[in-house]
């Protein structure tokens, strides 16, 4: 041993990844936060306006989904004891899953534990090693991770454009299947996919359509059936999922669509087989989630009515707040230090949302990114969208 260069360790080499990460303002630290569910949320004992949950129409609080969550436990216990097809096949499944059918209008659905895991599963179930799939830019993380697994060519199509699209679609006959896979709204974004003309493309080169509705499920369409619905497309999108987790205020996630293809899931969605079915107090929640859903429609209208309001407010004080069209309203920044400035002085001012920094969103486009709620007052949003202006001219995003 006569070199006296330091031996690698694996500690060593890790500290420094992180130590990196902090000098180029990525690093990622958790923060305990107390009322999430609520539009002021709590940290360390401060309350804050809460601009950055997906809880779109405040029902991850509601006291009627509380009730249906500790009533299932009640009646059925905590964990389900093991996966569907072996015994955790509870009758909270039954249920939930024939309001979502109900709700969706379609003929059979599959409801799993989250949009993560969904994604992963099913893009395996629709191709493989000799097809190919054409993903736009911005779809979410899950999706890329999901078509990782299966194998097939990936095309990411620039976000949002046909003509991109199109020009890849032509090039590939060669392949088996072809599957275009896309958000409905883009969850960094704000904007929406243009469905029509995909449903043009995808007939025309006779591939399959799989959309994400995450951020729209619930919010967009006649009763939130999301976005497909509101565009009449429900019958010509071969593959619909969504999930639980935002407007409906719960957990999990699901896919709606023909008899066959679920069928076809139960025997061979990996992500679904080899994991424990969900809890029946999520299972009850969801179920509550779809009725009121449903039934409340004046959540959504107050929703988009105050995403709209937000939206113009912000664009005309002369922030980029990227083709957003919907409930989620970022505004780009830009450099990875400077949102996280902004984000910590909206902090100072009693506002809470995040920066967000690539590689959620590409380099040098860093950006915050606000998420309203139906449940938000009018004068808290004029309250907010003063102290934005404020961060924005004391940083120089706008003048
Ligand atoms: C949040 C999200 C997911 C993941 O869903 P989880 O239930 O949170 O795992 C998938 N796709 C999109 C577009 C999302 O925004």
């Given at each position: 041993?006569?070199?006296?260069?330091?031996?690698?360790?694996?500690?060593?080499?890790?500290?420094?990844?992180?130590?990196?990460?902090?000098?180029?303002?990525?690093?990622?630290?958790?923060?305990?936060?107390?009322?999430?569910?609520?539009?002021?949320?709590?940290?360390?004992?401060?309350?804050?306006?809460?601009?950055?949950?997906?809880?779109?129409?405040g029902?991850?609080?509601?006291?009627?989904?509380?009730?249906?969550?500790?009533?299932?436990?009640?009646?059925?216990g905590?964990?389900?004891?093991?996966?569907?097809?072996?015994?955790?096949?509870h009758?909270g499944?039954?249920?939930?899953?024939?309001?979502?059918?109900?709700?969706?209008?379609?003929?059979?659905?599959?409801?799993?534990?989250?949009?993560?895991?969904?994604?992963?599963?099913?893009?395996?179930?629709?191709?493989?090693?000799?097809?190919?799939?054409?993903?736009?830019?911005?779809?979410?993380?899950?999706?890329?991770?999901?078509?990782?697994?299966s194998?097939?060519?990936?095309?990411?199509y620039?976000?949002?454009?046909?003509?991109?699209?199109?020009?890849?679609?032509?090039?590939?006959?060669?392949?088996?299947?072809?599957?275009?896979?896309t958000?409905?709204?883009?969850?960094?974004?704000?904007?929406?996919?243009?469905?029509?003309?995909?449903?043009?493309?995808?007939e025309?080169?006779?591939?399959i359509l799989?959309?994400?509705e995450?951020?729209?499920?619930?919010?967009?369409?006649?009763?939130?059936?999301?976005?497909?619905?509101?565009?009449?497309l429900?019958?010509?999108?071969?593959?619909?999922?969504?999930?639980?987790?935002?407007a409906?205020?719960c957990?999990g996630?699901?896919v709606?669509?023909?008899?066959?293809?679920?069928?076809?899931?139960?025997?061979?969605?990996?992500?679904?087989?080899f994991?424990?079915?969900?809890?029946?107090?999520?299972?009850?929640?969801?179920?509550?989630?779809?009725?009121?859903?449903?039934?409340?429609?004046?959540r959504?209208?107050?929703?988009?009515?105050?995403a709209?309001?937000?939206?113009?407010?912000?664009?005309?004080?002369?922030?980029?707040?990227?083709?957003?069209?919907?409930?989620?309203?970022?505004i780009?920044?830009?450099?990875?230090?400077?949102?996280?400035?902004?984000?910590?002085?909206?902090?100072?001012?009693?506002?809470?949302?995040?920066?967000?920094?690539?590689?959620?969103?590409?380099?040098?486009?860093?950006?915050?990114?606000?998420?309203?709620?139906?449940?938000?007052?009018?004068?808290?949003?004029?309250w907010?969208?003063?102290?934005i202006?404020?961060?924005?001219?004391?940083?120089?995003?706008?003048?």
């Amino acid at each position: 041993m006569d070199s006296i260069e330091k031996q690698w360790t694996w500690e060593e080499e890790i500290k420094g990844k992180l130590s990196f990460l902090q000098q180029i303002s990525q690093i990622r630290q958790l923060v305990n936060v107390e009322q999430a569910e609520q539009t002021w949320l709590k940290i360390n004992d401060r309350k804050l306006l809460n601009l950055a949950s997906n809880n779109y129409l405040g029902l991850a609080g509601d006291e009627r989904l509380k009730k249906a969550a500790i009533e299932a436990v009640q009646k059925r216990g905590c964990g389900s004891t093991a996966s569907r097809l072996i015994v955790g096949n509870h009758p909270g499944y039954q249920e939930a899953e024939s309001a979502l059918i109900n709700w969706k209008g379609l003929e059979a659905g599959l409801i799993l534990g989250s949009g993560y895991l969904l994604n992963t599963g099913i893009i395996s179930c629709i191709v493989g090693r000799d097809d190919i799939v054409f993903s736009d830019r911005l779809n979410h993380a899950s999706i890329v991770d999901g078509v990782r697994l299966s194998r097939a060519e990936h095309k990411r199509y620039r976000h949002n454009d046909m003509n991109h699209l199109e020009s890849l679609l032509k090039k590939a006959s060669g392949y088996k299947r072809k599957l275009i896979v896309t958000d409905t709204v883009f969850s960094m974004d704000g904007d929406i996919a243009p469905l029509s003309d995909l449903v043009t493309l995808k007939e025309r080169y006779q591939a399959i359509l799989m959309v994400d509705e995450a951020h729209s499920s619930g919010i967009y369409g006649m009763d939130g059936k999301g976005y497909v619905h509101h565009l009449g497309l429900q019958d010509q999108v071969e593959v619909q999922m969504g999930t639980f987790s935002k407007a409906l205020g719960c957990y999990g996630a699901y896919v709606v669509g023909s008899k066959w293809f679920v069928d076809y899931l139960v025997n061979k969605m990996r992500s679904f087989i080899f994991t424990t079915a969900l809890p029946s107090a999520v299972l009850g929640s969801i179920q509550a989630s779809i009725q009121i859903v449903q039934k409340e429609g004046i959540r959504r209208e107050a929703l988009l009515n105050h995403a709209e309001y937000f939206r113009e407010k912000l664009s005309h004080l002369g922030f980029n707040i990227c083709h957003s069209q919907t409930q989620i309203v970022p505004i780009l920044i830009g450099p990875n230090d400077q949102a996280m400035q902004f984000s910590q002085l909206l902090q100072e001012n009693g506002i809470f949302a995040v920066a967000i920094r690539p590689p959620t969103v590409p380099n040098n486009q860093a950006r915050i990114r606000f998420t309203i709620m139906a449940t938000h007052k009018k004068h808290e949003l004029d309250w907010a969208i003063e102290k934005i202006a404020a961060v924005g001219k004391k940083l120089g995003v706008i003048s």
